[in-house]
């Protein structure tokens, strides 16, 4: 098999690309890596020696004439681009539309164009809003609530259609909020701890009480993998983490890490828009595909305040 991987610099396609490298669970032949290196995509993320291991190309998504060069090369593409931050999505769309919807419409063109055999599109519970109780199902409306996420969803959208209108092999995952080593520190986990690092306070939106389920993002990786070997040509799969977490005790778990409490709490007026609760049904993933999140909250909290604390150069020039 012949990986593109597109956004393998970022968070989350960083551990992916890592994962192929040093355990191969996809056995592999032949990995390329596309990522436009924005603020989230660094190629310091890979030792010298991993470098070596797989093909580098920098480039934009939107390129149609170098998605189609490198799709040729390829069995399967694992669509990991986009632009993720609600907040800068809130205060700049632009961007979030190009990437998510047009990037992920040039990619699907080439696949169609060149006999790909699949395309995963990865993408986020966020698409499904807000949820007060329960879980959603894979089948539930979208009805996303943020820039960001109906970008998301608009990709989403494209890659169900192509799917149904040409006949090609497509899957779309849906996860809910990872966490762990190399996610660039707008976001709320690596915020904190490089915030308390610092000797800064937790900036706390709101009254604390929004609700997010917390997957490992190496949960995450399995999972999409589970969805490369199994999935079943156009359907959707959503993968969670199973521990559903106040903000507010989110940030006392990470404060406890480092024998601070509540003094450190700083609440900031609240986002805007922003959705209650995430909460995802992995049902389907794990009747199917056998799929099941095994790293415990709180030992994989306790690795990426560790990760944190021991690469200070990584993240303080970033």
């Known amino acids: 098999m012949n990986l593109l991987i597109t956004g393998g610099a970022g968070f ?11 355990e191969n669970p996809l056995q592999a032949s032949k990995i390329i890596v596309l990522d436009k290196l924005t603020y989230a995509g660094n190629l310091n993320n890979f030792s010298s020696r991993e470098r070596e291991l797989f093909e580098f190309v920098e480039g934009d ?13 390829a069995d399967v593409v694992v669509n990991f681009a986009a632009e993720s931050h609600v907040d800068r999505s809130i205060q700049n769309a632009t961007e979030f539309i190009q990437t998510n919807v047009v990037g992920t419409q040039v990619l699907l063109d080439n696949c169609r164009k060149f006999g790909i055999e699949k395309f995963v599109q990865v993408s986020t519970d966020e698409v499904y809003g807000s949820i007060v109780e329960g879980s959603w199902t894979e089948d539930c409306q979208l009805l996303p609530n943020s820039p960001y996420s109906a ?19 497509t899957n779309i995952t849906r996860c809910s909020n990872n966490y762990g080593p190399y996610q ?25 009480k929004n609700i997010r389920d917390w997957l490992h993002v190496d949960d995450h990786c399995r999972g ?21 977490l106040e903000n507010i005790e989110l940030a006392n778990l990470i404060l406890a890490h480092f024998n601070l409490g ?37 030992d994989g909290l306790s690795a990426t305040v560790e990760f944190y604390k021991q690469n200070e150069s990584w993240w303080k020039n970033r």
């Open 262 to 298: 509540t003094e450190c709490v700083e609440y900031v007026l609240d986002r805007l828009g922003h959705d209650i609760r995430y909460s995802v049904d992995i049902s389907k993933i794990e009747i199917e595909l056998g799929y099941k999140p095994v790293i415990l909250f709180g």
């Open 61 to 73: 998504i939107c390129d149609s004439g170098l998605v189609g060069r490198l799709i040729k090369q």
């Open 224 to 244: 999409v993998e589970l969805v490369i070997q199994g999935g079943r040509d156009g359907e959707i799969y959503n993968i969670g983490g199973g521990t559903e």
């Open 151 to 169: 970008s998301k969803a608009g990709g989403d959208l494209l890659v169900r259609s192509y799917g149904k209108t040409f006949g090609f092999h």
């Open 12 to 22: 989350i396609g960083t551990n992916f690309v890592k994962r192929q490298l040093n």
């Open 184 to 208: 660039f520190s707008e976001k709320v986990i690596p915020l904190f701890i490089t915030n308390l690092i610092l000797g800064k306070k937790l900036p706390i939106y709101g009254d604390g």
